[in-house]
């Protein structure tokens, strides 16, 4: 290890302890109502230091609502919101639109559900494709333009949508174009069975989400999200991060691979990632990990790998492409001299 990067690391040690406390609280308390889905937690919570949006590919029930809320809760000042997608949902129902003051004998702007710090949109693709543009502009540019005039959206914005794994019947597939703009997809799937007995007896006379309190501000927030971009991240990750999202357009089980956002989204992923695990630095570890939520839903495969991963199991197929990437490109070692940090 180079003596500068040493003494680099040693310090950020310190550095990074406040943002690493404020986390912790973060997590605590949103567990406090989500039970036993800390790991999926931190994925949604990286999301929000990086300034992504996530997609939750889940079956109704698995408390996406109640996470969408206790994200918001937990911020002082902080803004939820609710969009139920369905096929009639029009795009000024998210947006908002100007409706006419007879008073004052002029258009006055009423905003939508869009104009939230945390947006819950459920069932995403039962929207029309006109609708779902509409939230394509909010998410990429964090701002909705109606009637000509562009409105900015409130700091920090996070959108958290829903598609339901088992029924496909009357929706409108998400186009790729839209699937890479969320930052990760992810699922929190069924509760253990203690968790499940703890939420019948906690919900008998009603919901924790009453009771629980902010414990960060808008501001610490974003130092979170500072922090995030300032963690060290080796140039030899950094290399084989690009190879790694390369190697998702060289495999012979793809027809179109991850993009350069998907690049950009596993390296501030990762930096998030380690963050929330207290460290100063990314290890290889943390891109491994996050490989699939990060660039599995920016990757269309060829239809005879989609037909194998019916009969596999896609949690399987999912595996043996992950394995293919990395075959192409090899983690870095230890032994790898220009590597500063690694486990």
């Not at 994925?43 to 109704?60: N, Q, R, S, T, Y």
């Not at 009639?88 to 104009?115: A, K, W």
């Not at 900015?152 to 829903?162: D, K, N, Q, S």
Request: proline residues 6%; hydrophobic residues 45%; glycine residues 6%.
């Amino acid at each position: 290890m180079d003596p500068t990067d040493a003494a680099r690391l040693e310090h950020d040690e310190g550095r990074f302890a406040r943002p690493t406390a404020l986390i912790e609280r973060f997590l605590d308390n949103i567990e406090t109502v989500v039970y036993g889905k800390r790991e999926e937690i931190k994925l949604v919570v990286a999301a929000l230091m990086c300034g992504g949006h996530v997609l939750f590919e889940d079956v109704p029930g698995t408390a996406k609502t109640v996470l969408a809320r206790a994200i918001a809760q937990s911020i002082d000042g902080a803004t939820t919101s609710r969009i139920q997608c369905t096929p009639d949902l029009q795009p000024t129902d998210v947006t908002g639109l100007s409706v006419y003051n007879q008073r004052e004998r002029e258009f006055e702007f009423r905003s939508g559900p869009i104009h939230a710090n945390v947006v819950l949109v459920d069932e995403i693709n039962r929207a029309m494709p006109k609708t779902q543009s509409a939230l394509l502009e909010a998410m990429a540019e964090r701002q909705v333009t109606v009637d000509g005039v562009t409105r900015v959206l409130p700091e920090p914005f996070l959108l958290l949508a829903t598609e339901n794994p088992i029924e496909y019947e009357g929706t409108f597939p998400l186009p790729e174009a839209q699937l890479d703009r969320f930052f990760l997809r992810t699922a929190l799937g069924y509760p253990g069975g203690e968790d499940e007995l703890k939420i019948l007896n906690e919900q008998r006379y009603g919901h924790p989400l009453a009771h629980l309190k902010a414990v960060l501000r808008v501001e610490e927030i974003e130092e979170l999200r500072r922090a995030s971009q300032e963690l060290y991240v080796d140039q030899v990750i950094q290399r084989w991060i690009v190879d790694l999202v390369r190697a998702t357009r060289q495999v012979d089980i793809v027809s179109i691979g991850a993009s350069v956002r998907g690049s950009l989204a596993l390296e501030k992923a990762s930096r998030a990632w380690a963050l929330l695990h207290g460290r100063a630095y990314v290890v290889p570890e943390d891109v491994e990990l996050l490989f699939t939520p990060v660039l599995l839903h920016r990757v269309v495969f060829r239809p005879s790998f989609l037909a194998d991963a019916r009969k596999l199991g896609w949690d399987a197929a999912t595996e043996e492409f992950r394995a293919r990437c990395l075959a192409v490109a090899p983690r870095p070692h230890a032994e790898d001299p220009d590597l500063a940090v690694v486990t």
